[in-house]
């Protein structure tokens, strides 16, 4: 069992424990990884032509990404407009974006990012799988246009769209909030249509590359399941490679702290944030408790919003660690599971350090 469905199949269990030991380590695939830190008749005419261009604009989000990236209506049309966001279908050319091979069709949904994370969704037509089957497939992806370098390794992760949002209360729920199902397989996996959304999570890496405005290889070479608790297992094997040109808005913006970490020896000095993600930048004041668990750096992992409304797993994965050799400084980034505004945030939530055993504190930041 994948520590994600574990996780899932606990439900009942202190939301509070279970979020502190889940760090979603699905079996994903990881591509590469390298440990340096360095999105009346005239009246009517009228109001039916202003309808209408409504309709041309709305921006809709796939099924994967309005589940992996959770958001409004109105933050889909506003990151999409302002450049953060892509929805290939809606291209004049998203046909040259289809890719058929073996009779699957697999093509790019949608694309959001900022400066260091980028969420990108693909629909796979084409691909049968029961209801009560998890699908898998060998995938490829990197930055670039040399695969080879050094600066084409991304962080990453990848999976099925599985239905499944974590809540607010840290909780496994369905896309439309119901409860999870008990009889052993709880992915949906299947739209209405019999396709299938397939995910990838992306960050850069300091120093090697960055995202806006960079080029991102996928390149999938098999489509297949995981039968039972078994290995993947290809069933239809072809060539799927697509190119596509990451958004070069990020609406980012830096935010002065400088105050403490309580229950730490760190103090945030700023923060770089987006819509979907954050860097906290930290300098240590006093010695760090690492352990084999963890770097002892405190870790993002939510939000209290200026309504008084807290949303502790806002956390979706990334990475954290020292800048230099020195160790007075360090890092911890991470993408958010959903759009956030920023001129609502007052405070960040934090676990004073990543090795676990301890509560979350509040730190304002505005």
């Known amino acids: 069992m994948r520590s994600r469905d574990l996780y899932l199949s606990m439900v009942g269990i202190d939301d509070t424990v ?5 760090r ?44 992996v990236l959770k958001s409004s209506d109105v933050q889909q049309q506003t990151l999409t407009e302002q450049g953060q966001a892509i929805v290939y279908p809606e291209l ?17 949904d949608t694309v959001v990012a900022d400066d260091k994370f980028a ?69 949906h996996y299947l739209d209405e249509n019999g396709d299938l959304e397939y995910v990838i999570q992306i960050q850069a890496v300091d120093g090697l590359n960055t995202i806006p405005g960079n080029t991102l290889h996928v390149e999938f070479s098999s489509l297949g399941i995981y039968p039972g608790k078994a290995e993947y297992e290809a069933q239809v094997k072809g060539n799927w490679s697509f190119e596509l040109q990451l958004p070069t808005t990020s609406n980012a913006q830096t935010i002065t ?56 797993y806002v956390g979706n994965g990334g990475s954290s660690g020292f800048t230099d050799d020195t160790e007075e400084y360090a890092v911890c980034a991470s993408c958010f599971d959903r759009v956030i505004d920023i001129s609502e945030i007052k405070s960040l939530l934090l676990w004073p350090t990543d090795c676990g055993g301890v509560d979350k504190v509040e730190v304002d930041i505005q």
């Open 18 to 22: 279970l979020a502190k030991a889940y």
């Open 24 to 67: 979603y380590s699905e079996e994903k695939k990881v591509v590469k990884f390298h440990k340096r830190l360095s999105f009346v008749a005239c009246i009517c005419f009228a109001l039916l032509a202003t309808a209408t261009a409504a309709a041309a604009i709305h921006h809709f989000w796939g099924r994967g990404m309005s589940g």
């Open 92 to 108: 004049t050319d998203y046909s040259s974006y289809q890719v058929t091979d073996q009779g699957i069709t697999i093509a790019p």
């Open 119 to 187: 969420y990108v969704s693909f629909k796979v037509s084409g691909f049968s799988i029961s209801d009560k089957e998890e699908p898998g497939v060998d995938v490829d992806y990197y930055l670039g246009d040399e695969k080879d370098s050094e600066s084409s390794w991304v962080n990453g992760s990848s999976y099925f769209y599985d239905g499944i949002i974590i809540d607010d209360n840290g909780m496994g729920v369905y896309e439309d909030g119901s409860a999870l199902e008990q009889d052993g397989f709880i992915g």
């Open 257 to 312: 702290v400088n105050k403490d970490v309580p229950e730490s020896n760190f103090t945030i000095t700023t923060i770089d944030i987006s819509p979907v993600s954050i860097t906290v930048n930290y300098k240590v004041n006093g010695k760090v408790e690492a352990s084999e668990d963890g770097t002892g750096i405190p870790e993002f992992t939510g939000f209290v919003m200026k309504d008084g409304t807290r949303l502790p």
